[in-house]
């Protein structure tokens, strides 16, 4: 059975996803971790500022869970009732096609967005060097990957840009009137980061400047948006001179505390300043609002400014949803299929050494034909064991995916002689 086990923005607030965010080093120890249980054969991990799932494969559904709450809560120091009204759960079809929607940006906050592709990526290859990707999660993954594009591909629902990162740039926008002349601070130099500096660029930003913890990863960000970088010691230094401040670091505390802003409004600032944090867990402590002429905004306060980019948006979704249950319906036939698999190839494999045989057999009459001729007799006996094996393969894979063919198989496999490997 695959399951999904995870919470999101419809569900839990964001002091609680924080709570659940995973770095990189711990989605892989997640995992192995897991594994190391028993209870699944199988394991993936996404982490998100706004999403934690776990999706897995497991003989036992209910076994499994517990130990996914239990190696959640226990890798975040927390009690698993903490979670447990916030925590979604589904299983079969229904949990396929929940990851294909997630994969294509159909459960996002920001309707369509396309960063979502990549995230879905990371976290295969962190989950596959824990050793938790096995034959059926790799299938999975290889057809939500390939739903995701055909839903961006053929439906343009992210023609209008609305990720959480443009909504950051947008709320300042909105706020300014505008950004020509504004100086923006970028906290972070991730993938976040340059979406951000690319949305603030191409509305007018010109003074941008990147701080980040190493100058190796911001000075790059920089140089392609004509912007300036510098270190975490000059954050103060840097916070007294700019008007907007978008924060989206992976650390896991606050970067900007309430007694940095406190000493750059004694200094003697006037001038408002506007804190945008995209970041989860939080970069900014949310207490800074309560400071005169300081306005902070979390990544949940930017529902509102991605809703007006919307509507454009609802009107595809739901051709997007119908690719979806196309590319569905195409993994559960591979999915319910794949244990009579190997009888079906051994059974062609069977049923062609046969033909070889006999064709064999009439060697010396055929070579009394022409070229033309001789591949004619070859083309009728591969067709007519095509044709004698179609039925009994379709009705077979038919009773697989109604999960009614072990019987079927057992008896294909005797009358046959094939081996059979379960």
């Known amino acids: 059975m695959i399951v999904v086990l995870g919470i999101n923005h419809n569900t839990a607030s964001v002091e609680l996803r924080e709570s659940l965010a995973f770095s990189e080093e711990q989605a892989r120890t997640f995992v192995a971790q897991v594994m190391q249980e028993g209870s699944v054969a199988e394991v993936f991990i996404l982490s998100t500022c706004n999403r934690t799932e776990v999706h897995f ?5 209910k076994t499994g869970q517990n130990t996914i709450l239990n190696s959640l809560a226990s890798a975040c ?13 589904l299983e079969g079809r229904e949990a396929v096609e929940h990851i294909f929607s997630v994969t294509a940006g159909l459960n996002s906050m920001v309707l369509g967005e396309t960063e979502i592709l990549g995230q879905v990526k990371k976290a295969y290859q962190l989950s596959d060097q824990g050793g ?10 290889q057809q939500a990957l390939k739903a995701g594009k055909r839903v961006h591909k053929e439906t343009g629902i992210n023609d209008k840009a609305a990720s959480v990162s443009y909504a950051g740039v947008e709320l300042a926008r909105q706020i300014f009137g505008g950004l020509q ?11 976040m980061s340059e979406l951000t500096a690319k949305h603030l660029h191409s509305h007018g930003a010109q003074e941008i400047v990147v701080v980040n913890r190493t100058l190796e990863r911001a000075r790059p960000i920089a140089e392609k948006f004509g912007g300036i970088c510098d270190g975490y010691d000059k954050l103060c230094y840097w ?7 978008i924060s989206s670091t992976g650390a896991p505390h606050f970067v900007i505390e309430l007694d940095h802003l406190k000493a750059v409004i004694e200094k003697g600032r006037q001038a408002p300043m506007f804190l945008i944090d995209i970041a989860v867990p939080r970069d900014i402590d949310p207490r800074v609002k309560d400071i005169h002429n300081v306005y902070a905004y979390s990544i949940d306060d930017l ?3 991605v809703d007006e980019n919307m509507a454009e948006r609802r009107a595809t979704a739901e051709l997007a949803r119908r690719i979806i249950r196309e590319e569905v319906s195409e993994f559960m036939d591979w999915y319910n299929t794949r244990s009579v698999a190997p009888l079906i190839a051994a059974l062609r494999e069977k ?7 006999e064709m064999e057999k009439y060697q010396k009459k055929l070579k009394k034909l022409d070229v033309n001729e001789q591949e004619a007799v070859d083309k009728l006996t591969k067709s007519l064991m095509n044709s004698l094996l179609k039925d009994p393969l379709l009705n077979l894979k038919e009773l697989a995916q109604a999960q009614e063919s072990e019987a079927y198989e057992d008896a294909l496999a005797q009358l046959f002689d094939l081996e059979m490997n379960r």
């Open 303 to 305: 529902e509102t400014v």
């Open 239 to 245: 916070l007294e001179q700019v008007d907007i401040v």
């Open 57 to 61: 494969v497991t003989e036992n559904p």
């Open 77 to 89: 120091g927390r009690n698993a009732k903490d979670y447990a009204k916030s925590l979604y759960d």
């Open 132 to 141: 938790g990707i096995g034959a059926t999660l790799h299938g999975l993954y």
């Open 351 to 357: 049923s062609e050494d046969i033909r070889q045989r």
């Open 181 to 191: 002349g504004k100086r923006v601070l970028l906290l972070g130099a991730g993938e």
